[in-house]
């Protein structure tokens, strides 16, 4: 790439980020910018059916400069429901990565006013939902660029789940004292904390919980949840009762990754029905 020194130069430093948004396409009339360059962005379709491509063309123009150069990185991060299927870039000494949904095209990257420098990434939708994300350059004056665009097409979750296996089995006899209980469920649960969904787990103590058979105390106990089995382990403070009847239940209240409660029946004329076990400790 080559600078003649007779050229007007702006010198562009800092990092700029751009999150997912508007891939910029050919316009007739530039779009406004804040700064002495901008960002544009367009997504192509604006809307889409869950498992076909879409692309985000991003681009970095001067305003009043004849040339910018700027030696920053530009970051793409694309969220997780997009898998990155290529990426191109419209300079040829410019070496652009990908790393998982991250792309990362270095500097030094220079462009004009009526030659941008232009990003092209094409990637497949695999979740639906509507998405706006903004692209933004935080070095000098500010300048964003948002790109809104829509996923359809996915089947809504309207199965509820139920408990498949357990462990113990339901009138098992002779078992240790120091097992735990385990149930196996018929898909994907909600498990996940607040921090991590927004909404808390539905597998914890409450909703998953061992006793005496007979009573209705529960005892106290560790539970947690495998996400790669969809099994949930109930591990007690300290051994059960030698020769003791105990009694596990999963409550209703456990839901799956889409809402929909747990019904180990699956007979909607009567409701929503638990899923309880009895087994005996052995003497």
């Known amino acids: 790439m080559v600078v003649a020194a007779a050229v007007a130069l702006l010198l562009v430093g800092g990092a700029m980020l751009f999150g997912m948004g508007k891939p910029a396409q050919a316009q007739e009339t530039p779009p406004p910018c804040s700064t002495n360059f901008c960002l544009d962005k367009v997504a192509t379709p604006s809307t889409v059916n869950v498992g076909e491509q879409i692309t985000f063309t991003i681009t970095q123009r001067c305003v009043s400069s004849p040339l910018c150069l700027d030696t920053s990185s530009l970051v793409d991060q694309l969220p997780s429901g997009l898998a990155v299927d290529s990426v191109e870039d419209s300079d040829p000494d410019i070496q652009c990565t990908t790393s998982g949904n991250t792309v990362t095209c270095p500097g030094i990257r220079d462009f004009t006013p009526t030659a941008p420098f232009t990003l092209t990434i094409v990637a497949t939708t695999t979740e639906c939902g509507s998405f706006t994300n903004t692209a933004s350059n935080f070095t000098g004056t500010p300048s964003t660029a948002e790109a809104s665009f829509t996923v359809v097409g996915c089947v809504s979750d309207t199965q509820a789940p139920r408990v498949n296996n357990t462990s113990p089995a339901n009138g098992a006899m002779l078992i240790a004292p120091g097992a735990n209980v385990t149930a196996t469920f018929s898909e994907a649960m909600d498990a996940s904390p607040t921090a991590t969904d927004g909404d808390p787990s539905t597998i914890t103590g409450t909703t998953f919980k061992l006793m005496k ?60 029905q638990k899923k309880s076990w009895t087994f005996t400790i052995r003497n």
């Not at 560790?222 to 030698?242: E, G, H, I, R």
């Not at 239940?249 to 699956?266: E, I, K, M, P």
């Open 213 to 272: 058979a007979g009573t209705t105390i529960p005892i106290g106990a560790v539970v947690s949840y495998n996400a790669t089995t969809n099994k949930a382990k109930l591990d007690p403070n300290a051994n059960l009762q030698l020769g003791t009847k105990y009694k596990a239940v999963v409550t209703t209240g456990a839901q799956d990754v889409a809402g929909n409660r747990l019904d180990q029946d699956q007979d909607p004329s009567n409701g929503l």
